[in-house]
């Protein structure tokens, strides 16, 4: 049986159908560390936000992607955050390949970003990272 869940990327990256997106570029979040990990997720709200909060000063893109190697529970939004892995995060040290882009999403509200914001900065302030393993 093969596997018909559709996964999101959520980015400020242009990239084309075909390309692949890989570990090994400097993360979104933190300190901006090599990432050791690609992040995938199965909600588009996630990938919303993947998108939103990326860096960079193009517009957010949320891409379909499939995995091309084995994925992981995201650690940093499941059993510290969110038990159980509602919000359907995951990771690969392998790329994803991009099979299409949603281009008619919805945002979060100004409000909803701003307090996303206050929320990573107040992280950052307490020197609290990403955990890559």
Do not use: C
């Not at 091309?68 to 529970?73: A, Q, R, S, V, Y």
């Not at 995201?74 to 995060?89: E, Q």
């Amino acid at each position: 049986m093969t596997d018909t869940q559709t996964y999101y990327h959520g980015t400020k990256a242009d990239l084309q159908v075909g390309d692949l997106i890989g570990p090994g570029y400097a993360s979104n979040y933190g300190k901006r560390k090599q990432a050791a990990f690609v992040y995938l997720t199965a909600t588009l709200d996630a990938a919303i936000w993947g998108a939103e909060l990326a860096v960079g000063a193009g517009q957010g893109r949320i891409y379909i992607v499939e995995p091309t190697g084995p994925i992981e529970d995201d650690p940093n939004l499941t059993d510290k955050r969110f038990p159980g892995n509602p919000t359907k995060s995951y990771r690969s040290r392998n790329p994803f390949r991009i099979l299409g882009e949603v281009t008619d999403w919805k945002g979060h509200s100004p409000d909803q970003l701003k307090e996303m914001h206050d929320h990573l900065e107040d992280l950052k302030r307490r020197g609290i990272e990403a955990i890559e393993e």
